[in-house]
């Protein structure tokens, strides 16, 4: 069945660091990729998605480009903030309604 | 949009008792999903609704586990004979399918202890 691999965390970063989250995905067919963000003791938020191979989403300084070639949706950031410490799901979507996610990843940033 | 509601937000319940968790979704949305997420992992799909229709469930989803949507707006779970792994935060999310990209939008969580 259709599943998501992220890179295991916590990750630990200083403010202004440059991050990458790697996601790889196995599915059939053509799933929809997406981004969430969980902040401590809230549900998930959409970060960003992208439909379609090569498709670039993009939200609030964050990037992923869908790689078909490479079944992955890496997650970067040029310069992160301590508020972006949460908890980053990446998730697919493929022939059925649910949505698949990953475990995620913890992300902290010190000042 | 007001958002997904979730009702309530924690719950502490000993086991064998039964609890009923109530999600209303944003307003225009035709579709309701439950997700169950467990500590340190990722949601993990329950069911879910399209208008009043439940036309997905997971083999998670117990026969302890039900689910409705009578009207087609707000939905119930409701957790019978709880057992302590049945402790979680119980997610329910909404979408329209009508809107292209069909975005699924979360709300906050209800915690569920079993002690």
């Known amino acids: 069945g259709d599943s998501v691999t992220q890179m295991e965390g916590p990750v630990t970063l200083s403010e202004e660091a440059f991050l990458t989250i790697n996601c790889t995905y196995t599915?059939?067919?053509?799933?929809?990729l997406f981004w969430y963000v969980q902040y401590p003791g809230e549900g998930l938020q959409l970060l960003l998605k992208?439909?379609?191979?090569?498709d670039k989403g993009s939200n609030k300084g964050f990037e992923a480009t869908y790689r078909k070639e490479t079944t992955s949706f890496h997650l970067e950031k040029g310069s992160v903030q301590v508020s972006d410490s949460a908890v980053y799901f990446c998730?697919?979507?493929?022939?059925?309604?649910?949505?698949?996610f990953g475990k995620g990843t913890k992300l902290t940033v010190n000042p | 949009d007001t958002g997904v509601s979730q009702n309530p937000r924690h719950k502490i319940t000993k086991r064998g008792q039964n609890v009923t968790f109530r999600c209303d979704p944003i307003?225009?949305?035709?579709?309701l999903y439950w997700y169950r997420q467990t500590l340190g992992q990722g949601p993990e799909f329950l069911t879910y609704?399209?208008?009043?229709?439940?036309?997905?469930k997971s083999r998670l989803l117990s026969d302890r586990f039900s689910a409705e949507r009578p009207k087609g707006s707000f939905s119930t779970l409701e957790i019978q004979r709880t057992e302590q792994g049945d402790s979680a935060m119980y997610l329910c999310?909404?979408?329209?399918?009508?809107?292209?990209?069909?975005?699924?939008?979360f709300g906050e969580g209800s915690w569920l202890t079993v002690v």
């Open positions: 992208a439909t379609k191979a090569d």
């Open positions: 609704f399209q208008n009043e229709a439940q036309l997905e």
């Open positions: 999310a909404s979408s329209n399918r009508d809107r292209v990209l069909n975005t699924i939008y």
């Open positions: 599915a059939t067919g053509y799933p929809s």
């Open positions: 307003s225009e949305h035709n579709r």
């Open positions: 998730a697919l979507k493929g022939g059925s309604e649910k949505l698949v």
